[in-house]
């Protein structure tokens, strides 16, 4: 399967805890996205990777979440002192340079926050 | 601010009608304008995108219509099947940099 893997797929926790999520991109994409999508909503952007810069991460997202990607390739998704409101769907996609804008989705990794 | 409103919020069609998904954005600056179809425990997959130099776009029985000037775009499924039950999402991008999705419809066809 050369798709966008993202594990676990799902992650369940006590409130106050740390939990790390991982996104596999499709080889040779350089462009890593999370999202995170809550039910009944849409995808609402986390942040955003160029090879292994972050470019952009979105103002609503606290002190308490960080993104890495080393060396460009995977990428992971951290959450310190996990809230109830943190319980989602995090979905990580990757995207070739180019003209192409397609995004490919990862199936997610569902947090829920006990 | 949301930035893409997306209308309805669910949609029951019978099999072999017409599905229409509305969306609408109000930064000038997108250029990108792409439609994702999702199933229930999958991620979000691209169905069809435009750029808004043209007013249609056509892919089977997949159709975007773009009115620039009212800042609008709709997806139009022709002859609607069972299998395209589904969460539908626009979104709407700048250069690919970051893209904001609507709050999607879901979508039932009815055999």
């Known amino acids: 399967d050369t798709g966008v893997s993202q594990n676990p797929r799902h992650k369940i926790t006590k409130r106050g805890q740390n939990v790390t999520f991982r996104c596999d991109p499709i080889?040779?994409?350089?462009?890593l996205y999370w999202y995170r999508q809550t039910l009944g909503q849409g995808p609402e952007f986390l942040t955003y990777f160029q090879n292994e810069a972050q470019l952009e991460k979105s103002r609503l997202l606290s002190d308490r979440f960080s993104a890495e990607r080393p060396k460009g390739s995977f990428s992971t998704l951290e959450i310190q002192r996990t809230e109830q409101g943190d319980s989602a769907m995090y979905l990580c996609a990757s995207s070739p340079q180019g003209l192409s804008g397609e995004l490919f989705f990862g199936e997610g990794s569902r947090l829920t926050v006990l | 601010q949301q930035q893409v409103k997306q209308s309805p919020q669910s949609l029951i069609v019978q099999k072999g009608g017409i599905s229409i998904i509305n969306c609408a954005y109000e930064n000038t600056a997108f250029d990108y304008f792409p439609w994702y179809q999702q199933f229930p425990g999958k991620g979000p997959a691209l169905l069809i995108a435009?750029?808004?130099?043209?007013s249609e776009k056509k892919e089977g029985r997949f159709t975007i219509s773009f009115n620039k000037s009212a800042k609008q775009f709709s997806l139009h499924i022709m002859d609607s099947q069972p299998g395209d039950s589904a969460t539908y999402f626009c979104?709407?991008?700048?250069?690919?940099?970051?893209?904001?999705f609507g709050s999607g419809t879901k979508l039932n066809v009815k055999p």
């Open positions: 080889s040779e994409h350089n462009r």
């Open positions: 979104a709407a991008s700048m250069t690919f940099n970051k893209f904001y």
């Open positions: 435009i750029r808004p130099d043209v």
